[in-house]
C-alpha cells in the first residue's frame, strides 16, 4: 500500500478537454510536490505546494493543496498533445528528510 | 549544464552478479538519492544520503549499498543481482534535505537495468 495514492492510474482524452489528477493520503504533509516525466527522462519538477489551501497555476496547470493538507489536485484546461507524460506526486513530511512518491498517472492527450 | 549525470544508461547483468551505477553532480548539492521506478508504482526511495560520509536506507534498501565519500559522487551497489531488482534507477539530488521549503529534487536520466 502506497502512501500517496493517485487516481486514475490511466487518463486519455481529446485535445481541448480538461483533466483532473488526484493525489490522496490519510497522512499529512508538509509539503507536496508535483512533476512530469516523458519517455526516457528523469521527473521534472512541476510546482511545489506548501499552505493548506493553497491553489497554484502554471499556465493551464492548476495546482491545488487540500485544506488538511492530505490530498492535492492537478487540473489542465484545453490539454494539448504537449501535456502527455506521466504525472507524479510526492509529499515530504515536516520532521522527515525524504521525498515519497505516488504511484504516478499516465496521461495521453491525442490530437 | 551537466546537472545530475547517470552511468549507464543500459546494462544487462545475470542473476548473481554484482555492479556498480555511477551518479555524479556538479551542483554542490548535499542531498542525493536513488530512486527506482516500476511500471504503477511510481518512484521508490532505496537510499539516500544528506552529506558525505552520511547515508541511510530509503524504502526498499535490501540489496543495495551505498557510500558518499565525496559531495558530487553517490554510487549504487548490486551486491548479487536478480531479476527482481530488473527496474530503471534514477539518482537526485537536492540543496539540502529541507523538503518542507519546498526544496527541488533535480534528477538524473536514469539507468534501466535487466537482469536475466
Known amino acids: 500500500t502506497q502512501l500517496l495514492e493517485q487516481s486514475p492510474q490511466f487518463l486519455s482524452i481529446q485535445e481541448g478537454e480538461n483533466l483532473t489528477v488526484y493525489c490522496n493520503s490519510s497522512?499529512?504533509?508538509?509539503?507536496l510536490q508535483w512533476y512530469r516525466q516523458e519517455p526516457g527522462e528523469g521527473p521534472v519538477l512541476l510546482v511545489t505546494?506548501?499552505?493548506?489551501?493553497e491553489v497554484k497555476k502554471l499556465k493551464r496547470l492548476t495546482f491545488q493543496f487540500g485544506d488538511a493538507r492530505k490530498d492535492s489536485s492537478l487540473h489542465i484546461t484545453a490539454a494539448q498533445p504537449g501535456d502527455t507524460g506521466l504525472y507524479l506526486c510526492?509529499?515530504?513530511?515536516?520532521?522527515?528528510?525524504?521525498?515519497?512518491f505516488g504511484g504516478g498517472t499516465r496521461v495521453l492527450v491525442k490530437p | 549544464n551537466a546537472g545530475v549525470t547517470q552511468t549507464p544508461k543500459f546494462q544487462v547483468l545475470k542473476t548473481g552478479q554484482s555492479m556498480t551505477l555511477q551518479c555524479a553532480q556538479d551542483?554542490?548539492?548535499?542531498?542525493m538519492s536513488w530512486y527506482r521506478q516500476d511500471p504503477g508504482m511510481g518512484l521508490r526511495l532505496i537510499h539516500y544520503?544528506?552529506?558525505?560520509?552520511?547515508?541511510d536506507q530509503g524504502e526498499v534498501p535490501n540489496g543495495y549499498n551505498v557510500s558518499r565519500s565525496t559531495t558530487e559522487d553517490f554510487p549504487l551497489r548490486l551486491l548479487s543481482a536478480a531479476p527482481s531488482q530488473t527496474s530503471v534507477y534514477f539518482c537526485?539530488?537536492?540543496?539540502?534535505?529541507?523538503?518542507?521549503?519546498?526544496?527541488?529534487?533535480?534528477f538524473g536520466e536514469g539507468s534501466w537495468l535487466t537482469v536475466v
Open positions: 537526485a539530488s537536492s540543496p539540502n534535505y529541507s523538503f518542507f521549503s519546498g526544496n527541488t529534487i533535480y
Open positions: 497522512s499529512v504533509f508538509s509539503s
Open positions: 505546494v506548501v499552505t493548506g489551501g
Open positions: 510526492a509529499g515530504a513530511k515536516a520532521a522527515g528528510n525524504k521525498l515519497t
Open positions: 551542483m554542490n548539492h548535499e542531498y
Open positions: 544520503s544528506v552529506g558525505a560520509g552520511i547515508t
